[in-house]
């Protein structure tokens, strides 16, 4: 069954910080894998997506991830965050049972919440 | 373009009502599939829908239950409400055409369900 775990529960930085969100998956071919963000009280919007290709994907608002397969990882990172960043981040899995990933539909992670340091 | 929208975007019900929740995807899109988001268990897949027939589940009771219409438009039903069907419960779309396998999925704003 495919899975994902995001270690860090919350993550405080300060603006203007690097920051990087951890993204762990297990899955038993080759996956497609995103981001995805929250605000407090609204539906999740799209950071970015890997499905194949380059291993470095860039996505809004100044957000990249690099996917590694040898570390089953697709973190996500930006240069210098800035207080809008603040909010709930959801990396997941997605597949379809021919690629065999059992049931299609995204398996996401609990989640990162992120809070911006002035 | 307009996004997913999902009616109503609030509701209050009681132990052993049902409810009906409606989405409508983005214009040309055939899939949707329903999420549901609760602070213990995160975000969990309930099914999608695409062309009018349920093409996958997740593992949640019978009582869950959806349909699609042939506009792509899609209701989900959940029947004697319980207390923990409190949640957020996300529609989202996608153009999913079957030969490209997975695709991506556009996420509307939820409807809060609180059932007291």
């Known amino acids: 069954a495919q899975s994902v775990t995001q270690p860090d529960i919350h993550i405080t930085v300060s603006e203007g910080a690097s920051l990087e969100l951890r993204c762990n998956y297990s899955y038993g071919a080759t996956p497609y894998l995103f981001w995805y963000v929250q605000s407090p009280g609204q539906g999740l919007q799209l950071l970015l997506k890997?499905?194949?290709?380059?291993?470095l994907v860039q996505g809004i608002k100044g957000f990249e991830a690099e996917f590694k397969r040898s570390q089953s990882s697709f973190n996500l990172r930006k240069p210098s965050v800035h207080w809008s960043d603040a909010a709930e981040y959801f990396c997941?899995?997605?597949?379809?049972?021919?690629?065999?990933?059992?049931?299609?539909?995204?398996?996401f992670g609990k989640g990162t919440h992120l809070i911006i340091q002035p | 373009k307009a996004g997913v929208t999902q009616t109503p975007r609030y509701l209050i019900k009681t132990r052993g009502q049902q409810v009906t929740l409606s989405c409508s995807p983005i214009?040309?899109?055939?899939?949707v599939s329903w999420y549901q988001q609760t602070p213990g268990q995160g975000l969990q897949f309930l099914f999608e829908y695409f062309s009018e027939t349920q093409r996958n589940k997740g593992n949640f009771p019978g009582r869950f239950s959806g349909r699609q219409f042939s506009n792509s438009r899609s209701e989900m039903n959940v029947s004697t409400l319980e207390l923990g069907d409190s949640a957020l419960y996300l529609c989202?779309?996608?153009?999913?055409?079957?030969?490209?396998?997975?695709?991506?999925?556009?996420f509307g704003p939820g409807t809060r369900l609180t059932v007291l």
């Open positions: 214009s040309g899109h055939r899939s």
């Open positions: 890997y499905f194949s290709g380059d291993t």
């Open positions: 989202a779309s996608s153009f999913s055409p079957r030969d490209r396998g997975f695709d991506e999925q556009f």
């Open positions: 997941a899995v997605g597949g379809t049972a021919r690629s065999g990933g059992g049931a299609d539909g995204l398996t």
